[in-house]
């Protein structure tokens, strides 16, 4: 145990580095090692990991100092921020600026970035396809992590990127899932047309992380995308019904619709989508279900992950 190779591991009490944790404790061969980094080592999840074999460390991420001490004598870290806490790209920067300040002070041979698109070099801010939000971003939740990549390659940190898929577990805890209506039956409502959405278990997204640190620094310069599967919203409403037992029909709204739902952040996912529907082919075809499926074996598709999660699932 002495010789492994310590992965820190930011989000391990969440589902994206939990997943990565997990994947890592669960690999009685594994030439790694889980130092879990929480605000509450008293939380049940944090507990969870220690009994399991993690080292847990508290750290606070708005603290460069309180980062650097997790990374001393780490090989490696997986680095994600978590927009929908706060609803502000400033923040969400600032914490990636101390990210790179403490990894600039160890000497780390590999670090993974949670990371999505900057949808401003497709949509500039002058074009009036979809509203400019916050002032400056097209869609804040990505824009924000799109424009850090840039931070961590300018540092000289080895780092690769994972762009990250639609969370399938948004129909359990964003409210995205069947919505009953008074015609009895149950809707879910996209902005995407007739398009593919790429989707994923958000622990496959840990654990395709896992497979990046598994193939070792070849990939460290590199972009990779990961998805469980591509599906229209006629497909999953389809899965849907049959794992849920009930009529789910996709009710194809516009992004303008969307945008107006009036819960938070419903203008950046709106847009979202619709970058996601105006975008496909350029979207979707940096998401490999193939390459997802050799960083990580037990990768699921959309029926594997109802399967297990289907009731957990609200019904609006």
């Given at each position: 145990?002495?010789?492994?190779?310590?992965?820190t591991?930011?989000?391990?009490t969440g589902?994206q580095?939990?997943?990565?944790?997990r994947?890592?404790l669960?690999d009685?061969?594994?030439e790694?090692?889980v130092?879990?980094?929480?605000?509450?080592a008293?939380?049940?999840?944090?507990k969870?990991?220690?009994?399991?074999?993690?080292?847990?460390v508290?750290?606070?991420?708005?603290?460069?100092?309180s980062?650097?001490?997790?990374?001393?004598?780490?090989?490696?870290?997986?680095?994600?921020?978590?927009?929908?806490?706060h609803?502000s790209v400033?923040?969400?920067q600032q914490?990636?600026a101390?990210f790179?300040?403490?990894?600039?002070?160890?000497n780390?041979?590999?670090?993974i970035?949670?990371t999505?698109?900057?949808?401003?070099?497709?949509?500039p801010?002058?074009d009036?396809?979809?509203?400019t939000?916050q002032?400056?971003y097209?869609?804040?939740?990505?824009?924000?992590?799109g424009?850090?990549?840039?931070?961590?390659?300018?540092?000289g940190l080895?780092?690769t990127?994972l762009?990250?898929?639609f969370?399938?577990?948004?129909?359990?805890h964003?409210?995205?899932?069947?919505?009953?209506?008074e015609?009895g039956?149950?809707?879910i409502?996209?902005?995407m047309?007739?398009?593919k959405l790429s989707?994923?278990?958000?622990?496959?997204?840990?654990k395709?992380?896992?497979?990046?640190?598994?193939s070792?620094t070849?990939?460290?310069?590199e972009?990779?995308?990961?998805?469980?599967e591509?599906?229209?919203g006629n497909?999953?409403a389809?899965?849907l019904s049959?794992?849920m037992?009930?009529?789910?029909?996709?009710?194809n709204?516009?992004?303008e619709?969307?945008?107006n739902f009036?819960?938070?952040g419903?203008?950046?996912?709106?847009n979202?989508?619709?970058?996601?529907?105006d975008?496909n082919?350029?979207?979707?075809?940096i998401?490999s279900e193939?390459y997802?499926?050799?960083?990580?074996?037990?990768?699921?598709?959309?029926?594997d992950?109802?399967?297990?999660n289907s009731?957990?699932i609200?019904l609006?």
């Open positions: 145990m002495g010789n492994k190779k310590i992965i591991v930011f989000g391990a589902a580095g939990g997943g990565l944790a994947a890592i669960a009685k061969n594994s790694f090692k130092r879990a980094v929480t605000r509450n008293d939380s049940e999840k944090a969870e990991l220690n009994q399991l074999g993690a080292e847990i508290v750290a606070d991420i708005d603290d460069a100092e980062i650097k001490k997790t990374l001393e004598g780490a090989y490696g870290a997986y680095f994600v921020t978590f927009f929908w806490e609803f400033e923040k969400e914490e990636v101390n790179i300040s403490a990894a600039k002070d160890v780390l041979k590999h670090i970035w949670s999505l698109e900057d949808t401003r070099n497709l949509v801010l002058d009036d396809r979809m509203p939000l002032g400056k097209k869609v804040p939740h990505f824009d924000g992590k424009e850090a990549d840039k931070l961590f390659k300018d540092a080895p780092v990127f762009r990250t898929s969370y399938w577990d948004n129909f359990i964003f409210g995205m899932g069947p919505q009953k209506a015609d039956n149950y809707y409502a996209f902005p047309d007739d398009k989707g994923i278990a958000a622990e496959d997204i840990g395709c992380g896992y497979g990046v640190f598994k070792g070849n990939t460290i310069g972009t990779i995308g990961i998805v469980g591509k599906l229209s497909e999953m389809e899965k049959t794992a037992g009930i009529n789910v029909i996709y009710n709204v516009s992004p619709m969307y945008r009036g819960f938070p419903a203008d950046d996912l709106g979202m989508f619709q970058f996601k529907r975008f082919d350029e979207f979707n075809g998401r193939k997802s499926l050799e960083l990580n074996p037990e990768l699921q598709n959309l029926d992950w109802l399967s297990i009731s957990k609200p609006g």
